[in-house]
Every structure is written in structure tokens, then in C-alpha cells.
């Protein structure tokens, strides 16, 4: 449907039942018809941990700040930025592009075939050479799915019994380790207990603390040297209706976007117009509202714009709403794309809804769009955990890790396990539907006297069904 106008209750209560937003075009796929079930997927950033290959992102990004160090297309990106070569038009992207270009499985079952004579050949040589490091196809595919990087993947293989390790042996612990208990027993050797407490009461504690993870913020806003190479600074500028910082920055932000589109998606240049990029981007039916007890910034749909030494290099369209913060699309500078500008912009659009909790309560929850299990392109989102899926029938959210079973066997599932549990939003009152026309506004039941079309009842009724009782009663249907 096409919303000219909408509060961002309206829309929060639309993607809280499946529906997104492109532009000003919002749509919903009927999930038990289409080929690939697009199942809305939202973050839970006040439980969120960072996992290893997105802290290896994040030290990337401030190495590069600090320092000036580029790690040029190393695969240390997510497995899953290597395969995204067409995100859903209008549902955002944690676009990194890596230079492979083959499809998966070809890829595992290459290596398969050169393992397996790879591993014909080690059998005919000497028996120590089987406790040798062997790289596996199988342990290529844990990397893919685990969001580990995926260049030179080493896995030490178990050895069988009598053939190397003894199993009854402690396993081997890192040297870094060892030095640090051995420093530790020294102390505690010259040391008296009350004079080992002062020690730990001058500012150096054992290191026992450093086990505590990192958060997010640590990791994110850690303290860069006062010469750094690099300068990078965030900015939240309102899309609609267009802030003054918008304004001035649009065409150096639609350049960025132009590029991007020709060079990661090989748009031809006049793809990318001013037109394009505005009603894909900037066009937004959200009405902004500034609420006391809401965000600082307001609700509605913005543009963060990543300035690197005074350029946008990188661009994440967001919508602000109720309860959460929307991610609609990325767009970034390819000459930047070492940098996983997908991952981190993802990782610092977490950290902003934790920021924008501290002072609304309510505002939890990052949507990261549409989850497509059968689609490698999408299926990567599923690695910012904890997350939650959206039952297509019942619109209840329900853990990742209980629907991917599921999702392994079906396409399309219902993952409410409770049979009885029905639509608790459906509409139940279709004359209830608030209706625009000729200039006035009227309950369908009003509406519905003066039709002497038979197929207009049909749609009305799907739509109510679609958008729901509370949304049908507040929101306007449009009928000529």
C-alpha cells in the first residue's frame, strides 16, 4: 500500500505484524505463499554481546582510526558480507562486500573433493604425520555459519588413541597465561597477605578482572592517541521533513549512494538518479514527533551519517519509533569497504538504541528487517543474537535459536507452538474500518451502503485483516 501519512505508532504496530517500509510504498509478502518467507527479525540490544568476528571488526575500524593500518580484503568480515550481492530492494543492508564471488556450495564441495585427495594422500605417509593439522570442509562451514573469519581455517584434529596427544594430560594453556600465574605466585611469595592487599589497593589488581567481556560502548568509544590518524564522527540528521543538516549535506550523501550502487551493485550510472535516491532514502510517510518523555532527537525517519575526517564515507537510513529503532538500508563509500562499514555500521546502530533506552525506557528493540533462511544474503542477520522472529500467523516474537530447527525442515513455519494460540490483533470489527472518502470520513459500515461493488468488500476485508483491528481504526484507507 502506499502511505502518504502515518504516526510512528501506526508503522510500529505495521512492522510489529510483518509489514516494512520502502520509500513511501510499505509492504507485507503473504508468507505461506511466497517462494522465500521473509520473517520480520529484531535484536534484543540490552542482552546483546558482540561476538569475536564483530570485535575483530570494531578493532579494525579503531586500528584504522589510530594508527592509519588498512587490512585490505583479508576475509576477516562476516562470511555471510561475502555472499550479499543483492540485498531486498528497501530492506536495509549490513552490506561488506568481499571480492569472492562463488556460490557456497559449489565452494564446499570444491574443497571437499581437494580434501578428500588431500587426505588420500596423508594416509600413504608416515603415521606421525596424522596428528598434522588438516583443514576441513566441514570446519569451513561451522566458520560460515558462526560468523568467524574465513581465510586459512586450521582444525586440529582429535587424535585417536596411542597416536600423539596424551589425552591424560591438562590441555595446553596459553604461555600469556602461565607467566601471568607465575608472577602472581612470586608476589604472594614475597609478599606477606597485608602487604599483597596494599599492592592490589595501588591501582594494580590482579589481572582476574580483565575475564569481565568488554561491553559494546568499551569497545566502540574506546580512547583514541591525541595523534591519531583519523577523526570519525557520528551525525543524526532528521530525513523527513528535511532537518537544515540535511539539506546541506544531501547531494555530497546522494554522491556516496551513487557510487555505492554502481560499484557494489553494478547499477548503471543513470540508475541512480536524485529522484531514485530520494523516494528509495529520504521520502518517508512518518510524521516526526518530539514528545517530552521521547528521544532527545524525536521519533521518525533519519539519516546517520558517518563523517571520516570531514567526508561522508557512509550512510545508515534509520527509522526512530516507539519501541525500537528500524534499520531501513546502508550505503557507504566502496573505497571504504575494508573497513566492514555493513558490520560495524550494524554494531553502532545497537549501540544508539542502547542510548536512546537510557532516557525512553520503552525504546528496546532493533529491527533489522526481514530474516530469509533459504537466502544466504539474508540469512547473516541471524548472527546478532540474542534475536527474536516473528510468527506469521500468530505475530508473536519467539526466539531465534527454537525457530531455526524449524526453519531447517520448512520454509515457512508457524513458530507459536501453542495450536490454540490464535491472531489477538486480527480484526474482529471490519465496519469499524475508518474509510476516506469524497473528502469525508466514514466507518466501512457507513461506507459499505452506498458501494454497488462486489470486489470492494474483498479488499477491504484484507486489508483490515492485514493491518489489523488497531491500525484499521486509526489509520485512513483511501477509497475512490
Known sequence: MWAHSMTVQDYQDLID???RRSGKYVYKPIMNQTCCPQYTIRCRPLQFQPSKSHKKVLKKVLKFLAKGEILRRNCEDEPMDSTMEDSVAGDFALINKLDIKCDLKMLSSDLKESLESEEKKKEKNSKTEESNELTHSQAI????????????????????PGKGADLSKPPCRKAKEIRKERKMLKLMQQNPAGE????????????????QPKSLEDLIFESLPENASHKLEVRVVRSSPPSSQFKATFQESYQVYKRYQMVIHKDPPDKPTVSQFTRFLCSSPLEAENPPNGPECGYGSFHQQYWLDGKIIAVGVIDILPYCVSS???YYDPDYSFLSLGVYSALREIAFTRQLHEKTSQLSYYYMGFYIHSCPKMKYKGQYRPSDLLCPETYVWVPIEQCLPSLENSKYCRFNQDPEAVDEGRSKEPDRVRVFHKKAIMPYGVYKKHQKDPSEEATVLQYANLVGQACSERMLLFRN
Request: proline share 10%; glycine share 10%; charged share 25%.
Open 17 to 19: 505484524r510483518g509489514w
Open 141 to 160: 562451514e561451522d566458520k560460515l555459519g558462526s560468523g568467524e573469519p574465513l581465510h586459512s581455517i586450521k582444525v586440529h584434529m582429535v587424535p585417536k
Open 196 to 211: 599483597f592487599e596494599s599492592f592490589q589497593a595501588q591501582g594494580q589488581p590482579p589481572k582476574a578482572k580483565s575475564n
Open 328 to 330: 531501513v538500508y546502508l
